[in-house]
């Protein structure tokens, strides 16, 4: 089975400009979102997906492959879904730009063993939320799953709601997925769902339409960057992890 990396990066985020040249210890965030990626031996290629020459310009001086997209998208599922168009492939695996602590022993965990490449097949990954305050805060994707992995819903509220009991530890977003070409193809033909559009989550395009989707947990340390005051996080992390 053919197995290719992407990494969509793009320049005109609202909070954060150029957020993938922002510097992390002295090196660009998508660099080591690349380096992290090229480690995983599964992948046949890697790409980042850019519709920025700045970016491809830096992306290609470290030597990456970079594939310029259209400056349109509205999701990185739509960018990752014209690389689909372009790079054939069984299945694609999509490690968000602003991962920068995600490194190959958790990126590989979406990708289950025995899978069927003409199937539809959609999985991400989460892990435990460890500090409360994460938990309320609207920037974070709360997930549901049932014993199967299978996805139940995700909200930007604290979900679920702790009335019968506490024993419960509160799950994550984590910006790694995976999908195989039918699973891109539905995506890209399926409108937005009402549900869709109020938690501005396009993982909703296959929860509401009735597509199972899978959060594995790969219990990592992660931490996106959001804004500039992440950056103070990771650089720490990283730092203590010497």
Same mark, same amino acid.
């Given at each position: ?21 922002? !510097? ?5 965030? =998508? $660099?080591? *979102?690349? @380096? ?6 599964? /992948? ?56 920068? !602590? ?5 990126? =590989? $965990?979406? *990708?289950? @063993? ?6 539809? /097949? ?121």
């Amino acid at each position: 089975m053919k197995i290719i990396c992407v990494i969509p990066a793009r320049a005109e985020s609202s909070r954060f400009f150029e957020k993938p040249l922002a !510097l992390i210890c002295g090196k660009p965030m =998508i $660099q080591w *979102v690349y @380096e992290h990626c090229k480690e995983v031996e599964i /992948f046949e290629e890697v790409y980042v997906a850019t519709d920025s020459e700045r970016i491809q310009a830096k992306a290609e001086s470290f030597g990456a492959k970079v594939i310029m997209t259209r400056s349109d998208h509205d999701t990185a599922t739509e960018r990752l879904y014209e690389v689909s168009t372009r790079i054939d492939a069984d299945l694609y695996v999509m490690v968000n730009g602003d991962e920068p !602590l995600l490194t190959r022993d958790y990126i =590989i $965990q979406c *990708v289950p @063993e025995g899978l069927e490449p003409d199937s539809f /097949f959609v999985s991400n990954l989460m892990t435990d939320f460890t500090n409360p305050v994460e938990v309320v805060d609207a920037t974070n994707l709360k997930i549901v799953t049932a014993k199967d992995d299978r996805c139940l819903f995700i909200s930007r509220s604290p979900i679920p709601y702790p009335k019968g009991a506490m024993d419960y530890v509160f799950h994550k977003f984590v910006g790694v997925g995976a999908f195989t070409r039918k699973a891109l193809d539905f995506y890209h033909n399926t409108p937005r769902g009402p549900i869709e559009k109020i938690e501005e989550n396009d993982s909703f395009r296959f929860l509401e339409n009735h597509m199972p989707i899978y959060y594995y947990n790969c219990h990592c340390k992660s931490l996106s960057v959001d804004n500039r005051k992440d950056i103070d996080g990771v650089e720490a992390i990283l730092k203590a992890s010497k």
